[in-house]
């Protein structure tokens, strides 16, 4: 099983290199089946390590998002936070990062709601873990102001802005 596991993990990696326009629809479909699969079963069981099993998972869900799979890539970031949360910490760079994923995601699916909790709570962690200037952190600024843009909120887009140029300086 951990054989056929690596071998369609490796034709993944074939697949997401070729990009949401790749036309070898037979290996992703290989491939949603296996994620299926492996969203039933325990990660550390198909990985050993259950802090790498989140990062792939999240790589996981990264691809699915560029072709649309957003249901599947849900339950991925909602596994993948949920293990990044037991074994790193709330405030981890890793838990974070899968944070901003996910609010990118809701934010895609029309959820600005969820994506703007999720955006709000990465820039606290980040800004406290990582610091106010972290190219991570003012790239996960830059998504929330994208989001308050398209919420409306100029006000608040003008604040984010602001904050990131000092970030830059």
């Known amino acids: 099983a951990n054989a056929r596991a690596g071998r369609e993990a490796d034709q993944f990696a ?9 036309t070898n ?7 949603r089946q296996w994620l ?11 990985f050993g390590d259950a802090a790498d099993a989140s990062g792939k998972l999240v ?8 072709f ?23 405030n981890h760079a890793d838990t974070l990062k899968t944070i901003n994923n996910l609010a990118l995601l809701r934010k895609d699916m029309g ?16 800004e ?3 610091g106010p200037e972290h190219p991570t952190t003012l790239l996960t600024i830059n998504n929330l102001a994208c989001l308050r843009k398209d919420m409306g909120d100029n006000d ?13 300086e």
């Open 14 to 22: 074939i697949l997401s290199l070729g990009g949401a326009d790749s």
């Open 25 to 31: 629809y037979h290996m992703f479909g290989i491939l």
């Open 36 to 46: 299926k699969n492996l969203i039933r079963s325990e990660c550390s069981k198909q």
């Open 59 to 66: 790589h996981f869900a990264n691809a699915l998002v560029q």
């Open 68 to 90: 649309k799979f957003h249901d599947e890539a849900l339950k991925l970031y909602r596994q993948a936070l949920a293990g990044c949360e037991k074994i790193l910490g709330f």
């Open 111 to 126: 959820d600005n709601d969820e994506a703007l909790k999720l955006y709000r709570w990465a820039v606290a962690g980040m």
């Open 128 to 130: 406290e873990t990582l």
């Open 156 to 168: 608040e887009v003008l604040k984010l802005y602001k904050r990131l140029l000092v970030g830059n």
